[in-house]
């Protein structure tokens, strides 16, 4: 009976996803291709950031796209996460608080033109809406993959890409699905210079 349960969950989360990807606008996620292909093309750096499992992502999306985009040498996207040097985080959650965590690192390394993406479902993380504030005093060019309402954050970013499901766990699932798609197109379709 157990068994039969899990079963019938497992069915339902899967519907669940399948028709948040199939009932969805990809116009905002070929945009984001198309920023990132340039970034790669111009060296630009791109930034990303999350808390939580969207900041698991976040370091799983960098990974994706520092190494496979084209097997040349030197041809990946300069592409960091926020949230991968533990003592940075907690160095700027100690001294400036939580909220700053991804602020003072951009203000440090971003510079004119480079990109910021941002997950989170609920589109509310103080320290995300400020990291976008950083951002836009660096004049970044911003991307929020977004669940829920898509909250402050829908409105603030450049390009936002948002699933409207109130659910965090696809919503997570739902930011992973962008980046692979981004990176299997680009992987597939990026032609040296």
Same mark, same amino acid.
């Given at each position: 009976?157990?068994t039969d349960k ?5 069915? #339902? ?9 199939? +009932? ?9 291709? =198309? ?6 093309? !111009? ?44 003592a940075v985080v907690? /160095? ?7 909220? =700053? ?22 589109g509310n993380s ?6 976008? =504030?950083?951002?836009? +005093?660096?004049?970044?060019?911003? /991307? ?10 829908? !409105? ?15 919503? =997570? #699932? ?20």
């Amino acid at each position: 009976m157990t068994t039969d349960k899990m079963i019938a969950h497992c069915k #339902d989360y899967a519907q669940r996803l399948h028709d948040a990807a199939m +009932d969805f606008d990809y116009t905002p996620v070929a945009t984001l291709a =198309e920023e990132l292909t340039q970034c790669l093309e !111009d060296g630009r750096q791109v930034f990303i950031c999350g808390n939580g499992g969207s900041g698991a992502n976040a370091v799983h999306i960098a990974n994706d796209f520092l190494y496979p985009i084209t097997k040349e040498y030197g041809k990946g996207i300069n592409i960091q996460a926020l949230t991968a040097n533990s003592a940075v985080v907690t /160095c700027l959650a100690n001294d400036e608080g939580y909220d =700053e965590i991804f602020a003072y690192q951009l203000g440090v390394q971003a510079n004119d033109g480079d990109v910021l993406i941002v997950l989170s479902g609920s589109g509310n993380s103080p320290n995300i809406v400020r990291a976008l =504030e950083a951002a836009k +005093d660096k004049n970044m060019k911003t /991307c929020g993959i977004l669940g829920f309402s898509g909250g402050k954050v829908k !409105d603030m970013v450049d390009t936002p890409i948002h699933f409207a499901i109130d659910d965090m766990q696809i919503s =997570e #699932d739902l930011q992973m699905m962008v980046a692979n798609m981004i990176m299997q197109w680009m992987h597939t379709h990026y032609k040296k210079a």
